[in-house]
């Protein structure tokens, strides 16, 4: 088609356009995902990403053994949209827009080769270099590269049959250039932080059958599991699937564990690449792979007690254009509706982890002869997405009641469960948790009433307990971590002293 006079064919600008293109906001890590996200849509079961150091010309090479690309299909990849974003894509792809291989790659070098091949044999490569568009102004995509340097970066391919390299040289915003060997510390603490970044983003994919490996510089990664699944401590509240227009969306909220629940180790991995607090919130799953990882999406505010709540939210790529994902892969906006439900379930999970958090749960403190279990009457279980009470059937006066009663344990068992199935709980007031409160030792004003009654309590409360052998000490840190009596801590002292 040639202009006329109704309208004027321009086409874009070559230079400017992949110049611009750097700027979309990836880093190392979001761009190295991108490119590993073919790798995975191409059914690699395997990818190793080598990073290799030499100054100016370091260089990055990830090798799949993917189903790999015909001539055609390479050309056909490389070209920038090479496929329609509102085309359909299989179930397990992972791409959308036809952008992501040549965004994520300019985004740090200035250099891309992509070598390809469906069966062992002949392959084909090819290659945009910013440099030479610069200088010829047009869409010049390098069919030879035979007497680069970069067909010795790229080497032969080490899987038998099909699969695919992608070489990113002149590695220009990685790190700053010039490279100098004073830069080599900072290259290590990239690739440190993209092995982080990979093992989260990726971790339904490195574990469970069916599992890829991922290996950077020779070394296996592991997944990182956001929810503590191995740990009988975690807590699942929630797995309530929910309709967004034709598409089907699942939740699943999870407490993670109080720190005195897990061993030092496991306690430092599970805060993540961006720390404890930075990590709670939802984590957003497209076909598997992570988003999002760990954003109230403006919901709430990150704070510390809330820190052990992480709610898997999982979609298919039906729901991009809904979702409003971006090339990047690292934004996710649900719509409105759904965004009521999550801030729904959001609000569960982070009263859940506000109560582990301030130790609602059983607790063991310290250790040896003074090691108390500190319990409490009433346990919250969430099962089927519904909440309800039981007795903790732990608590020590139970257990003391159990062991000195003549009464059948069986008449016992059901009077309990029949309280607990009659809770009145409509009945209890409902005490939504507040943003900033602790007010576990708020200091309450009471008439002489009030206090007539707190001060019984107190007396039977320490004669039990006195008759159960705990330490004074003991009696006292208890007092002092239980409702009511916190709340008067010096009727608490002065009971004790009596
Ligand atoms: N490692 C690979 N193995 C096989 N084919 C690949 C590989 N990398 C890219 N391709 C092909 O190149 C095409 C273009 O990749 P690109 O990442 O630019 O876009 P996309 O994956 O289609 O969408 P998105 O922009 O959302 O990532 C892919 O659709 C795929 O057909
Ligand atoms: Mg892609």
Redesign the pocket.
């Known amino acids: 088609m040639t202009s006329n006079s109704e309208f004027e064919l321009i086409a874009p600008e070559a230079s400017s356009v992949v110049e611009s293109m750097r700027s979309i906001g990836y880093n190392l890590e979001t761009a190295l995902s991108?490119?590993i996200?073919?790798?995975i849509?191409?059914q690699?079961a395997e990818i190793k990403i080598n990073f290799h150091w030499d100054n100016n010309n370091s260089y990055i090479r990830i090798e799949?053994n993917?189903?790999?690309?015909s001539k055609m299909?390479l050309t056909?990849?490389m070209k920038i949209g090479?496929?329609n974003p509102l085309a359909q894509r299989e179930s397990k792809?992972?791409?959308?827009?036809?952008?992501?291989?040549?965004?994520?790659a300019f985004s740090q070098c200035r250099r891309l080769t992509?070598k390809?091949r469906r069966y062992s044999g002949c392959s084909n490569t090819r290659c945009w270099d910013l440099d030479t568009i610069r200088k010829t102004g047009k869409w010049t995509l390098l069919t030879n590269t035979k007497d680069e340097k970069s067909s010795v970066n790229l080497s032969e391919f080490s899987y038998k049959s099909a699969g695919?390299i992608?070489l990113l040289e002149r590695l220009d915003r990685v790190i700053s250039l010039p490279y100098s060997s004073r830069k080599y510390n900072a290259f290590l603490s990239k690739i440190d932080k993209v092995e982080k970044h990979l093992r989260m983003v990726f971790h339904r994919y490195l574990s469970g059958p069916n599992s890829i490996n991922i290996i950077i510089n020779n070394h296996p990664i592991e997944a990182w599991d956001p929810y503590l699944l191995k740990q009988d401590a975690t807590q699942e509240l929630l797995e309530e699937p929910f309709q967004d227009e034709d598409q089907v969306v699942k939740v699943a909220a999870y407490i993670l564990p109080h720190h005195s629940k897990v061993s030092e180790e496991v306690y430092k991995n599970a805060e993540g690449p961006k720390g404890w607090n930075g990590q709670q919130g939802f984590y957003i799953y497209r076909n598997k792979r992570l988003l999002v990882a760990g954003s109230w999406l403006g919901l709430f505010k990150k704070e510390e007690p809330y820190k052990l709540a992480r709610v898997m939210v999982d979609i298919t790529s039906n729901s991009d254009f809904n979702w409003q994902i971006d090339?990047k892969?690292s934004v996710a906006r649900p719509p409105n509706k759904i965004l009521q439900e999550l801030k729904r379930i959001g609000n569960l999970a982070r009263q859940a982890s506000y109560r582990v958090f301030y130790h609602r749960g059983t607790k063991i403190i310290g250790s040896g002869s003074n090691t108390i279990k500190e319990s409490h009457l009433w346990e919250q279980v969430y099962r089927h997405g519904k909440s309800f009470y039981k007795l903790n059937k732990s608590h020590p006066l139970l257990l003391k009641l159990i062991e000195d009663t003549s009464v059948d344990e069986r008449i016992l068992y059901t009077y309990l469960s029949l309280v607990e199935e009659n809770l009145p709980i409509n009945l209890v007031p409902y005490q939504p948790s507040k943003e900033n409160n602790v007010e576990v030792n708020k200091k309450k004003i009471i008439n002489d009433d009030e206090k007539a009654r707190v001060l019984r309590g107190l007396s039977d409360f320490i004669y039990t307990m006195r008759q159960l052998n705990y330490t004074e000490e003991d009696i006292l840190f208890k007092l002092r971590n239980s409702e009511p009596y916190k709340h008067y801590p010096e009727l608490i002292d002065a009971r004790l002293d009596e």
């Not at 993917?66 to 690309?69: D, L, R, S, V, Y």
């Not at 792809?93 to 994520?104: N, S």
């Open positions: 991108d490119i996200d073919n790798s849509s191409a690699a799949d993917g189903i790999g690309m299909e056909q990849a090479s496929k792809d992972l791409g959308r827009f036809g952008m992501g291989l040549k965004t994520a992509v390809s695919t992608v090339i892969k």
